[in-house]
Structure formats: C-alpha cells, structure tokens
C-alpha cells in the first residue's frame, strides 16, 4: 500500500530563513504533486514532478524529486510572510487505478 | 481555460437531513472528477471518482454518495447527514490520470 510522509507537519521560521520539507513515500511512483492551502481556502496546484532528478522553481519555491530514494523536497528560500500557508505533497498511485495518495500536509508560519 | 465551480461555498444543515453539493467544470471534455473531504486537521480524503459519465468508485464506506448524471457535473449527495459529516469538501478535475488536479473552491459543511 502507497504511502505518503510529509515532515515537519508543523514548521515555525523567520523571514529570511531557508528551510527543507520532505516528502517520502513508500512505494514506486511516476510522478508527484506539490499543492499549496491558505486557511480556509481551496488547493492550488505548485508543481507537477515527473521524473527523476526534476526540479522546479517559483519564486522561493524550489521543488526537486528522487524517484530511487522515493523522496521529494520543496525548499524554501529567503522566507517571507506570504508563504504562510500549508503545503501538501501527493504521490499518483501507479498500480491502483493512478489515484493520489496525499500527505498530511506541512503547516509553515513565517513570522517576522 | 477550464475552470471548475463549486457550491453552495458554506451550508450549515441539522442532522438527519439530506445533502446536495454540485461541482461543474467548464472548457474540457470527459474530465477525471474526484470529490474529497477535509476534517478538521488537514489531511485530504478521497470520497469518490469519476472517470465518465455513470462511472464512479467510492473509496470510503459512508452515507454519502456521488452520481455523475453529465460529463462535466459531479454531485455529492446524502439523505441523512450525520455529525461526522462536518468538513471541508472538495472537489477537483484533471484532465486525465497523467496531469495535476485543480480544485474547487469549497464547501465549508456544518452538521448541527
């Protein structure tokens, strides 16, 4: 059965700061979704990976995946406050009808 | 562009009464259609989806149920809800199982 670690869950830093969540999961995928959620509010897809070794950036966001290690990451650069928000990873399912399995989601507050 | 609609954005219901939430995407064709809920927490569950019209798997044994009555129209229905019931729902297309998936904008339930 697929599935998917995100950590931290909970994640406090400064502007300014960099800083790492990671994204593992338990099984072979082919590809692997970053989403962002402000409070209250709907999923906005990130970034799509589909291979290993991609990497993709927006803004202070830079996504990466290692398929042999099942692992992703999404880095965060210089942090400033607009990136409060909770940041959901979700793994397509291969061998079960491509379904996503998802994360719990790690809940980041940058604070001054 | 494609987009999807979602409503009613908040419903409080008492329980023992029934449920009718509609999602609607406009600009694509045979679209994949997922409803999923989101307790109180954060973690995403998948309730139903849909790859065609009358073709829906559910995931979690429950007192809802989704029916899928035109290509681009998915409904999530109850004819009792519970307590259990409260949460965020969400529904989400993508174009097929090889693309990201886009999400509604909600819909805030509170059984009473």
């Known amino acids: 059965e697929l599935k998917v670690e995100q950590n931290p869950l909970f994640l406090s830093m400064q502007e300014g700061k960099n800083y790492t969540i990671y994204c593992n999961y338990s099984?072979?995928?082919?590809?692997l979704y970053w989403y962002r959620q402000d409070p209250g509010k709907s999923l906005e897809s990130l970034f799509v990976l589909l291979s290993n070794g991609a990497v993709k950036q927006e803004g202070r966001l830079m996504a990466s995946l290692d398929t042999k290690a099942r692992l992703s990451t999404l880095h965060i650069t210089a942090a400033v406050h607009d990136l409060s928000a909770t940041y959901f990873c979700?793994?397509?399912?291969?061998?079960?009808?491509?379904?996503?399995?998802w994360g719990l989601g790690t809940s980041l507050a940058v604070n001054p | 562009s494609q987009t999807i609609h979602q409503w009613p954005a908040t419903l409080v219901q008492p329980v023992g009464s029934p449920l009718s939430l509609e999602c609607t995407v406009e600009g694509t064709s045979n679209p994949n259609l997922y409803w999923y809920r989101q307790a109180a927490g954060r973690g995403l569950q998948l309730l139903f989806y849909s790859i065609g019209i009358d073709q829906i798997s559910s995931e979690v044994p429950q007192n809802l149920s989704a029916s899928r009555p035109q290509d681009r129209q998915f409904i999530l229905s109850s004819k009792k809800l519970l307590l259990s019931d409260s949460g965020f729902y969400l529904c989400?297309?993508?174009?097929?199982?090889?693309?990201?998936?886009?999400f509604g904008q909600g819909t805030r339930l509170t059984v009473v």
């Open positions: 099984t072979t995928s082919d590809r």
């Open positions: 979700a793994v397509n399912n291969a061998g079960n009808n491509r379904k996503l399995i």
């Open positions: 989400a297309w993508e174009e097929d199982s090889n693309t990201e998936a886009f």
